[in-house]
């Protein structure tokens, strides 16, 4: 019987989670041994297209609500006086060199609370989809998805691009994480020119991380190093400590109100980015290692982390070939798992339904996501936590246990 997380069950005694769906990245079998692996993924807000690296310098773009969605296409298809709408198709773009990071913006709030007018100086940002990828000579190209060209180049950092965030308020601004040791903040309202470089990391900065309100990045990086960024005058905020090893991923839930961060020491920890306090803790491996181990080899390496749009459950990739998804709520087990060899990115759907893993060989694997119907009380939760800190839901006349309810803490 092989023992997982941070809790003494078997295999067995958790759910597995259901492959949805396969991508793999095509052309001759040996090409795949070394360069094709699938460092980085993303979904466009919208849920219009996925993006992957599936090495050898190639972006791969699928129409994804087209490829899991068929039916849309057969209802517009069945109206009766109405054209049907074109169906996406697969596109592939040569970055020309290694691909570290990729991302989607628009100058559409992802957020669906917030709405933001925008006028654009050189490109229709707001009627293009746009998509960025960051190389391994530390340059940024930003390219049109309808169209395939490249729009503008971003260049300035030294090292290899490690990631790639959009401001999700749809301001346009681009937040890069490289191994220069520093993160960079670029503005493509404004033809990218770079508005600020963020310096406190004494190490490679791993993946960042924009806040909901896009007032705060998170960044987290070697040296046990997680870093948060206040963006109305690019300062830094405060440096979380409890990790033991690199950091090496990190989000924020979908209120803002928690940080997730992972690290090589094994663990996941929720944080309130507000006061810095650890609200929850999940472990990769039983019994829990000492501090030596966590901060060596251990074989349980965290590799990637992505918060669900529920707010209510984080999915994992560790090297003990396993994709875990955890509820907030318990931090002992896991509520469901799946055996993935070699896995390096992981990224929820929009719709929440899907969480998409990118491995070593090339391939991405989608597995069905654990969803419910949330609680009244959940929801309300969220409402109020988009637009209140921690530090002023102390200061609201209710009861304690409430105020604890709103800040997770219990």
Known sequence: ?????????????IPDAEILYQLKPGGNPNDQKAGAETWCSAFAPDNSYFAWSCGHRLVRLVPWKHKIN???????EGRQGEHPLPTPKEKVIDCGEYVWAVAFGSSVS?????????????????KDLILATGLQSGRIKTWDVSSGGILLYLI???EVIRDL???????????SASRDRTLKVWDLNDDGNMKKTLK???????????????KILASVGQNKTVILWDM????MMRKLTGHHNDVVACDFSPDGALLATGSYDTRVILWDPYTGQRIRTFGHMYPPPSFLMMGGANDYWLRALSFSHDGCHVGTLCDDKYVRFWSIYNEEVPVKKAQLVNALCCNYSPDGCCLATGTRDGNVVFYMAPMRVQQLQHLCRLSVRRVLPSTKVDALPIPQKIKGYLKYEN
Not at 116 to 122: A, D, Q, T
Not at 165 to 175: E, K, R, T, V
Request: aromatic letters at 14%.
């Open 1 to 13: 019987m092989r023992v997982m997380a941070s809790f003494a069950c078997s295999d067995s005694d």
């Open 232 to 235: 109305s005058d690019y300062s």
């Open 70 to 76: 068929n039916n849309e296409i057969e209802e517009n």
């Open 156 to 158: 300035d950092h030294k």
């Open 200 to 214: 406190g990391h004494n190490g490679w900065v791993f993946s960042c991380s924009w806040s909901p309100d896009a």
């Open 165 to 175: 965030q959009f401001a999700p308020d749809g301001s346009m601004f681009l937040a």
């Open 110 to 126: 992802s957020k669906s609370h917030r709405t933001i007018n925008i006028s654009f100086h050189r490109f229709n940002f707001g």
